[in-house]
C-alpha cells in the first residue's frame, strides 16, 4: 500500500506567535542570527507541492520582483476570484478539502503550506494538516499576523523534535488523529 501524502506546514513565527507585522514585513525574522538555512533546503527535498492563499502569493511576487521562487515544485494558489494560470502556478477556487483530500491521494512527495494565515486556519480547522513544524525566533513583535487565529476548533499534538538554529528553535509536531 503506497504512503499517502502528508499537508506539512513549515514556517517562522515570532515569541508571541506572529508571522509577519501588521504591514506584512518579515524584517523582525531576518534580524535572527540563524544557521545557514534553518533547516529550509532539508524540508524543501521532503515537499514536490506547496500551496498558498493568494494574498500570500500577491506578497512573494512583489518580494521577488516577480520571480516566482518555487518553480520547481508544483504549485497552487487558493483563490476566491478569477485568476489565469501561470507556467508556474494553478489558482484554486474550488472546495478545499476535497481539493486536498485528492491531492494526498497523488503519488508525491509531501505537501507544504506556505501561508498564509487565512489559508492555514481554513486548513486548520478542517483537520487537514498533519504536520507543523513551527521555528520561533526570539522576537516579540507585539502585534501582526497570528500564525493560529481563535476560532472554535481543537488540534491535538505530539512532539516528534526539537532542533535549534543558533538563535531559532525549531518545534516539529504531529497532528494526532
Known sequence: MKKQRKLVLFIAQSLDGYIATKDDSLDW???VEGEGDNGYSEFSETIDTVLMGKRTYDWIMEQEKGQFPYTNKNSYVFTRSSVTDTKDVTFINEDIVDFIS???KEEGKDIWIVGGGDIL???LKEKLVDELIVTVAPTI???GIPLFKPDD???DLSLRSTR???QFVELHYTVNE
Open 29 to 31: 525574522l531576518f534580524e
Open 102 to 104: 485528492n491531492l494526498k
Open 121 to 123: 486556519h481554513t486548513f
Open 141 to 143: 513583535i507585539g502585534e
Open 153 to 155: 476548533y481543537k488540534l
Open 164 to 166: 535549534t538554529f543558533n
